[in-house]
């Protein structure tokens, strides 16, 4: 059997990472899935429970000096009817699951899943979402592509809890999304993308793309970014080049919901279409 | 209430259990005593059993083999070769070879997990091709048919001599799961003297009896089974369910307690009977201004391990293969193969949506190349009454497809949008039309030579009220209130003072399983009959029985050897237009408009057609362009749960659009035909030619995924 316990306060349930190997669980939408058993069988975790529903420090949700603050407990439909939300994660929470989901499930747990084709992922990793990591001894911060390492792999220490997600507050004006899975709803995705980016007297001065499910971990490429912003004035010349920097680093593979060849295709397909369609 | 009008919605009479929660389903049965059972399977696709070994089992728990079945250890159909626990050999992955019984389920998982299985394999077939060519010991006789069929209609020979062209034309379908919300539940309980009664979720209460008198080797009367509240079945639980009695019986049998099987979704997405794949190849010959002279067409279903009831499915396939197209010249062969995977079964349309996709598309690549739009060249081909069937029997019936396509392009302005679409291919647009129809009823004459159905109507003495006897069940598609009004009506006494209650074998006669659209049609056609020579002897002050037996339509003529003459005793009728709009992005497609017009005769109940049509419509849909299911190179589904298996949401596709003509089939219960399968045919094609058109591709295989569209636009350039 394992245990369960149920801190109210940060501080407790630091102390309690400390002492015991434990597995922090908020809505559960991943991890009772993940460990369910038949009927009749109770879900068998392999860890002793940390429940953080009850620890308010964890429930923040508020803009503070240049960013938003998410903390670990914020589920995903309050982000959905949160004013504050980037519009690049509203676009990819709108179309994440189905209400039961979104109405249990968190951010937080979103990013410690860590799943390539986790749809809140490639917004964030657009956004340049940092993680808040605490422990009994500290707390420190990862830029959230320093702390997805792989496929269900964080930077996570054992005695660490995430607390929240913070996002710099920008002033992008275009955004685009797109998911491509094999229904409207309650679907993995099979490959989708995340673009932000501002323009600014018709040109764009700052972009960033990311790619989820096409490797083992979300793909942005500063690289080509760089790119096209070092080209502004004449983004033709070099956006041959731009693809052939995505062409050579996404490697999807074939999986049970999709292939590699359809994968890359529409990752391709969607990189021509947000360099050349979205951002004119 | 009474009813002048039969069609009239009223509120089902089972809404109000199922909604707050009260209908109790099997596994809310809690009997004193009660055991689980958990079933271990092969891990291996094809081979035998060499070993053997079950870890110490604790007091109360038991094991069940093969050599536990006290009769023959093979289930009952038409070839009795699937056994319910395996005894030497193994035909597919997860095949069952033992259950282990006990009260904790936790307990038993830990000990079937424990369970050390060794096997000598045989190299294993998993396709059609691999079972045809020869290569691999056969698995079933010498050729690996399970059945294999051929039957002609006019001058085929003449036909193909006489063609200027002959077009070939080859399209596959793939697996479908019901996908019911109920899994899989049966529990049996032993009783006084070696009687056993069965509860559980069925469509068929009298095919698990007459299995388990077969598989226990015992008197009739000492097998009963009750059906339960059903959670959905879809056909998938018009066979399996014999099976899984079976195991619940024989474990009852040794423990000499109440013992329980509940499947999980795990277990039945990948363990029970699916849609058969299918691969079908037409030969048309074509005149010098591209008429049909003749068809030669070629089914072969993959039956999976075992025959079950695959020929039956089979019969299906073949005797519809021409949709609602009469054509002359016919020469038609199929064949069930038999495969290293899990036995298909029943579903929804049996063998049917395989032959009305094919011979849809058909029609719109042979439209194409006479250069004349799809509809104008099916409507060519259109059976009109006193036309003949496939089979060479009549399609007596006036057939209202003109009504109906004239009534579809109204609601849809398909006409309008066929040609829009087709000169704006930038905007990736498409919409598709398909014609149908499903023969109502057992194939051939299964209902007069096979079933003999029988239903039975009493009322008390000095008593007002009337109950129904039938072994028909309501699985969701709401027999429980269409029973109701049909005796309600002929009776002319309020709905409220029917009695219908689940049925039990004890109580009520065979009246046949709940298949084939053949419930209303069929068994409340008998009702009817009861209930208006009930309504004679009212005034009789006694109690009242009547038993009404089935009487096959004078008209109908049958010769099964030959599969000559009529198929089906009547026919329902549906036109479909779908409407899409495909990325050109991620090749996905976006169902934009749905429009349907069918003939199902009297609808009994307008708002359970209309659930009927929403449901089968939308099933239909995800088997066309959602629903993929594929087996590993062990032929172990690679789908095994509700993620991974995706069948439509309530976001997916646009609302439906529906019309009824009105029509009347004189041998139905005031004028009722069949529904429940007709509403899922015409889905698919309708998808694909609507697919076919946004993207300029000819679609020749089901499931549509995007993946597949995009293999297509590459070809295409």
């Known amino acids: 059997m394992v245990k369960s316990f149920m801190p109210k306060t940060l501080a407790e349930a630091l102390k309690i990472c400390d002492e015991h190997d434990v597995c922090p669980i908020a809505g559960g939408t991943d991890l009772m899935v993940r460990n369910h058993q038949s009927a009749g069988i109770l879900p068998t975790f392999t860890k002793d429970m940390l429940f953080i529903k009850n620890i308010d420090e964890l429930t923040v949700l508020e803009k503070k000096d240049m960013h938003l603050i998410i903390g670990a407990n914020i589920t995903l439909n309050r982000l959905l009817n949160w004013e504050n939300t980037p519009q690049i994660l509203h676009l990819a929470l709108q179309e994440m699951a189905a209400p039961a989901i979104r109405n249990m499930g968190t951010i937080a747990g979103n990013i410690c899943n860590a799943s390539p084709a986790g749809d809140t992922l490639p917004p964030l990793y657009a956004l340049d979402a940092i993680v808040c990591l605490k422990s009994i001894a500290g707390e420190r911060e990862l830029p959230i592509r320093e702390f997805i390492l792989g496929p269900g792999k964080t930077a996570l220490k054992e005695n660490e809890l995430l607390t929240a997600i913070k996002i710099p507050i920008g002033d992008n004006n275009i955004n685009f999304y797109k998911k491509a899975a094999m229904r409207k709803a309650a679907a993995i995705s099979k490959v989708s993308i995340a673009m932000t980016a501002k323009k600014e007297k018709d040109k764009i001065v700052n972009i960033a793309i990311a790619i989820g499910a096409v490797g083992p971990t979300v793909v942005r490429l500063a690289e080509a970014e760089d790119m096209f912003i070092k080209n502004n004035e004449n983004t033709g010349k070099v956006l041959p080049d731009i693809y052939d920097v995505y062409d050579r680093q996404i490697k999807p593979i074939d999986d049970i919901r999709s292939t590699a060849k359809y994968r890359k295709q529409v990752a391709m397909n969607l990189l021509h279409y947000v360099y050349e369609k979205c951002i004119k | 209430m009474l009813y002048s009008d039969i069609g009239k919605p009223i509120k089902k009479v089972d809404n109000d259990i199922k909604l707050s929660g009260k209908a109790k389903y099997a596994a809310d049965y809690n009997i004193s005593e009660m055991l689980y059972a958990r079933t271990v399977r092969s891990s291996c696709s094809r081979g035998r059993i060499k070993s053997i070994k079950i870890p110490a089992l604790p007091e109360e728990y038991f094991v069940i083999t093969a050599a536990d079945v006290p009769g023959k250890n093979r289930i009952k159909f038409l070839t009795d070769d699937w056994p319910f626990l395996a005894e030497d050999k193994i035909n597919y992955y997860g095949e069952a070879i033992l259950l282990l019984v006990g009260a904790d389920r936790a307990l038993l998982k830990k000990l079937a997990d424990e369970v050390k299985i060794v096997y000598e394999e045989i190299p294993a077939i998993f396709t059609i091709e691999e079972a045809l060519n020869n290569v691999k010991k056969p698995i079933y006789g010498t050729d690996n048919k399970f059945a294999d069929y051929k039957y002609e209609k006019g001058d085929v020979k003449t036909a193909f001599a006489k063609a200027a062209t002959i077009v ?3 399209y596959s379908t793939g697996y479908q799961k019901q996908a019911y919300l109920e899994n899989q539940s049966m529990i049996a309980v032993p009783g006084k003297a070696g009687k056993i009664t069965i509860y559980g979720s069925m469509q068929c209460p009298y095919y698990v009896k007459n299995a388990l008198i077969q598989a226990i080797g015992i008197d009739s009367s000492k097998i009963q089974v009750v059906q339960t509240v059903t959670g959905g079945a879809f056909g998938g639980k018009e066979d399996y369910p014999s099976l899984l009695a079976g195991h619940a019986a024989f474990a009852a049998l040794k423990t000499q307690k109440p013992v329980a099987i509940f499947y999980d979704r795990e277990e039945d997405t990948a363990y029970t009977p699916r849609r058969h794949p299918a691969e079908i190849i037409f030969k048309t010959a074509l005149d010098g201004e591209n008429n049909i002279l003749g068809v030669k067409a070629d089914v072969k279903l993959d039956g999976g391990a075992y025959a079950g009831i695959s020929e039956v499915v089979l019969q299906r396939s073949i005797y519809n293969i021409c949709g609602v197209y009469s054509i002359a010249n016919l020469q038609i062969t199929g064949a069930v193969i038999a495969t290293n995977t899990v036995p298909n079964g029943a579903f929804r349309g049996f063998g049917a949506p395989q032959s009305i996709f094919a011979i849809e598309m058909h029609m719109e690549s042979l439209a194409r190349k006479a250069g004349v739009s799809a509809i104008d060249y099916k409507m060519r081909y259109m059976a009109k009454q006193g036309d003949t069937t496939a089979t060479d029997g009549v399609f007596y019936d006036e057939i209202k497809l003109p009504e109906m396509l004239a009534k579809v392009d109204q609601i849809s302005d398909y006409s309008k949008k066929k040609k829009m679409y087709g000169e704006q291919p930038q905007f990736h647009k498409g919409i598709g039309i398909s014609l149908f129809l499903h023969g109502c009823g057992f194939t051939g004459s299964g209902e007069q030579d096979i079933i003999k159905a029988k239903l039975k109507l009493c009322k008390k003495k000095n008593s007002q009220r009337v109950e129904i006897f039938a072994a028909n069940v309501d699985m969701g598609q709401g027999l429980q209130t269409t029973f109701r009004k049909i005796a309600a009506k002929a009776l002319a006494i309020p709905l409220e003072n029917i009695d219908f209650p689940y049925p039990d074998t004890d109580k009520v006669p065979d009246s046949g399983p709940t298949v084939a659209s053949r419930s209303i049609m069929i068994v409340g056609r008998l009702l009817q009959k009861a209930a208006e020579k009930l309504k004679q002897r009212w ?136 529904a429940g399968e007709l509403t899922l045919l015409g889905a698919a094609p309708a998808y694909a030619a609507a697919v076919g058109q946004a993207m300029r591709i000819h679609i020749d295989r089901l499931p549509i995924t995007a993946e597949y569209i995009l293999d297509e636009v590459i070809k295409h350039g």
């Open chain 2, 539 to 674: 005034h009789e002050d006694n109690d009242i029985e009547i038993i009404q037996d089935y009487e096959a339509p004078a008209r109908i003529k049958w010769d099964g050897g030959k599969s000559l003459g009529d198929a089906y005793p009547a026919y329902a009728w549906g036109v479909n237009v779908v409407e899409t709009k495909v990325d050109p992005l991620t090749y996905e497609v976006t169902v934009t408009g749905i429009w349907t017009v069918f003939d199902v005769g009297q609808p009994i109940d307008e708002r359970i057609i209309e659930g009927q049509i929403q449901g089968g419509v939308v099933q239909g849909l995800g088997y066309a362009g959602m629903e993929v299911m594929t087996n590993d190179s062990k032929g172990h589904s690679r789908q095994n749960n509700l993620t991974n298996y995706t069948i439509p949401t309530a976001m997916d596709f646009a609302s439906i659009k529906n019309c009824l003509v009105e029509s009347s089939y004189e041998d139905g219960p005031y004028g009722a035909k069949g």
């Open chain 2, 168 to 170: 070939e034309e080859k």
